[in-house]
T-cell receptor, first 113, second 117 residues
């Protein structure tokens, strides 16, 4: 079955530390990849997405993610986190043409000031 | 600005009650989705709809049904609520690209936290 794995369930960082959150998927074929973020008390919102082309994707608030097809991975990165990045982050995957997203279990990030 | 609204932020119901959760979007999106969000389990798709009166089962449809009579409105129905349906329910909508197969961003509502006693 198609699945998405986020191995880091909880991450605690100090401000200015670098961030990398892992996302691996088990899909065949052409994939579309997403990272969503849920700030405390807010709606889930899109951080960035990959459909095709440059495997390094830049999103909002200084986040980026790299699609590595050979590793079935789409890891999220930020060079220097801020306290305001405290949130839960979800990776999601679908095959091109399929409207259903499969979400990972999420990673809770706490950034201490 | 895309807006997805859900009828209640918090809801408390008793076991066996019939529960209706309503979702409305104002961007003329074809696709609408219902998820439940549980700690450690992420978001799991219950049902989705790509057109009025059309519905598709998601990964966990048991115990739920849906209704889409108008394009902007998608209802989730718990026929007989049970305690294991206590959860956060999220509605989302997105555009549908029939010819290209493009998968568009989903826009989420604020969620309804349902407690079944």
């Amino acid at each position: 079955a198609q699945s998405v794995s986020q191995h880091n369930h909880h991450v605690i960082l100090s401000e200015a530390a670098s961030l990398e959150l892992g996302c691996n998927y088990s899909y065949g074929g052409t994939v579309n990849l997403f990272w969503y973020v849920q700030y405390p008390g807010q709606h889930l919102q899109l951080l960035l997405k990959y459909f095709s082309g440059d495997p390094l994707v830049k999103g909002i608030k200084g986040f980026e993610a790299e699609f590595i097809k050979s590793k079935f991975s789409f890891n999220l990165r930020k060079p220097s986190v801020q306290w305001s990045d405290t949130a839960e982050y979800f990776c999601a995957v679908t095959n091109t043409g399929f409207q259903k997203l499969v979400f990972g279990t999420g990673t809770r990030l706490l950034v201490s000031p | 600005d895309v807006k997805v609204t859900q009828s209640s932020r918090y809801l408390v119901k008793r076991t066996g009650e019939k529960v209706f959760l309503e979702c409305v979007q104002d961007m003329d999106h074809e696709n609408m989705f219902w998820y439940r969000q549980d700690p450690g389990l992420g978001l799991r798709l219950i049902y989705f709809s790509y057109d009025v009166k059309m519905k598709e089962k998601g990964d966990i449809p048991e115990g739920y049904s849906v209704s889409r009579e108008k394009k902007e409105r998608f209802s989730l129905i718990l026929e007989s609520a049970s305690t294991n349906q206590t959860s956060m329910y999220l509605c989302a909508s997105s555009l549908l690209a029939l010819r290209t197969g493009m998968v568009y961003e989903q826009f989420f509502g604020p969620g309804t936290r349902l407690t079944v006693l």
